[in-house]
């Protein structure tokens, strides 16, 4: 007789971005408990986890082929607006949700979840965390993820910190769980490859200003020149018109059309585990790939040329091992990482990544095995930030009690093929305002 099935678990993930919708399906993924110890011993076979995705339509919705390049399927995937997910919640049932959202996003899907739960007692369990490194806003991202059954940390350090925050303004702490990034993985590095291969990691909105971008294009095509048997590689994250989690205004792409590169030189799209698997060097300001790159043992920089400061994110690398300048890239320096720094990081190197998500996927199935969730709780309310909490709610069309306002688009029926048409249009308008129409008046102003 074929072996009985349990009923898969239903996983539902609400993001902003593309980067926030690759950490939030891989988050996912690796949080799905395992099959019990009775249905082991019943033989029973465990399905496969339904994974339905969730993008909140807005500036950084991302493209067909910006979710193509993440790798991660899901069983369905749509746009919707806060107002039109919350709908949703109310009338499907899942297991899990994963809210990978900006912090205004999460505490307001927090509010409106509450509000559309409250005669529930079977809800989700709900989920949140960041997708990278937390170098600024600490206390105010976390307070506005709190209430959430799991907010993730992504390493022993950020566990620390975050418990830190919320024992700080007396919040309870217990949802804190370590775990460690969703993306890392994939081979080992073993040596140099032919061509030795240098990838500059570019990143949306940092280094800002065209002074700043345009040093660090010149000194990487100043790298190829000097390095004619090497591979110089610009890893870029869009392309033009594209939206990634920052906004773009000075793409790499529209800079690098006015040098003369050597052939040596080229700019790159594409999943950066992929890239990193012909990679002998990894050059970065401050992006989340340094990570990626040292738990793969790449050799990796963080470039102190702009200086080591809080407004780039490389502050968070001292002590790494891996801060280091385009003079010393030139004349072959090779930075070796400080251990004890990687071991804190949640970059796990040493092999014990494998494990880093077993407390998550633990307490989840506590929570699921409970015969009812309590209330999601989070720490603002109308009480305690009428300053401050009406407006996050606000800006998706929220009342303070989480319920939708008055005139909120959508709010109980699926968006028509015209109001799809407009919103597209506007999408449009709106990145090429960010990105051709917001710089030419900059400059006119500086004339």
């Not at 990482?337 to 949640?346: E, I, S, Y």
């Given at each position: 007789m074929p072996a009985s099935t349990t009923k898969p678990i239903r996983i539902a993930v609400l993001a902003d971005s593309d980067t926030r919708w690759k950490w939030g399906a891989l988050t996912a993924d690796r949080i799905v408990p395992a099959p019990s110890a009775e249905a082991v011993t019943a033989d029973a076979a465990q399905a496969a986890p339904v994974l339905d995705g969730f993008l909140l339509r807005g500036r950084a919705t991302p493209t067909p082929r910006q979710l193509a390049e993440v790798g991660v399927r899901a069983d369905s995937l749509r746009e919707v607006t806060?107002?039109?997910?919350?709908?949703?919640?109310?009338?499907?049932?899942?297991?899990?949700?994963?809210?990978?959202l900006v912090g205004g996003g999460v505490q307001a899907m927090l509010h409106g979840l509450k509000r559309v739960w409250e005669d529930r007692a079977d809800r989700p369990v709900v989920v949140t965390g960041y997708v990278g490194v937390v170098y600024e806003k600490l206390?105010?991202?976390?307070?506005?993820?709190?209430?959430?059954?799991?907010?993730?940390?992504?390493?022993?350090?950020?566990?620390?910190?975050?418990?830190?925050?919320?024992?700080?303004?007396?919040?309870?702490?217990?949802?804190?769980?370590?775990?460690?990034?969703?993306?890392?993985?994939?081979?080992?590095?073993?040596?140099?490859?032919?061509?030795?291969?240098?990838?500059?990691?570019?990143?949306?909105?940092?280094?800002?200003s065209r002074k700043d971008r345009t040093y660090l294009l010149d000194r990487l095509v100043r790298h190829a020149r000097l390095h004619p048997e090497r591979e110089v590689l610009l890893k870029l994250r869009s392309k033009p018109g594209e939206h990634t989690t920052h906004i773009e205004e000075l793409p790499y792409q529209k800079l690098a059309q006015k040098l003369d590169p050597p052939p040596n030189f080229r700019l790159v799209y594409g999943n950066m585990g992929e890239v990193l698997d012909r990679t002998d060097l990894l050059v970065t300001v401050s992006s989340t790939a340094a990570l990626e790159s040292l738990h793969r043992r790449v050799p990796t920089v963080v470039l102190t040329d702009l200086g080591i400061r809080e407004a780039l994110g490389n502050h968070h690398f001292v002590g790494s091992g891996c801060l280091a300048s385009w003079d010393q890239l030139d004349a072959g320096h090779r930075?070796?990482?400080?251990?004890?720094?990687?071991?804190?990081?949640?970059?796990?190197?040493?092999?014990?990544?494998?494990?880093?998500?077993?407390a998550a996927r633990e307490r989840i199935a506590k929570l699921l095995a409970a015969d009812a969730l309590p209330p999601l709780t989070p720490y603002y309310t109308p009480a305690t930030a009428p300053g401050y909490l009406p407006g996050i709610l606000a800006r998706h069309h929220l009342g303070p009690d989480g319920t939708p306002l008055p005139g909120a688009p959508a709010h109980d029926k699926d968006p028509g093929p015209v109001r799809q048409m407009v919103r597209r249009a506007a999408r449009g308008a709106y990145r090429h305002g960010v990105q051709r129409v917001a710089p030419a008046i900059r400059r006119m102003g500086e004339l």
């Open positions: 806060a107002v039109e997910f919350l709908r949703t919640m109310a009338q499907e049932s899942y297991d899990v949700l994963v809210l990978a206390a105010d991202g976390l307070l506005l993820r709190h209430g959430a059954d799991l907010v993730l940390a992504n390493s022993r350090q950020d566990a620390e910190r975050f418990r830190a925050v919320y024992d700080g303004v007396g919040a309870d702490s217990s949802a804190v769980t370590e775990v460690a990034l969703p993306f890392l993985g994939g081979a080992p590095y073993e040596g140099e490859h032919d061509p030795y291969t240098v990838v500059f990691a570019a990143q949306p909105s940092v280094p800002d930075p070796v990482p400080d251990p004890g720094w990687v071991a804190r990081q949640g970059v796990e190197a040493d092999g014990e990544y494998a494990t880093a998500f077993d």
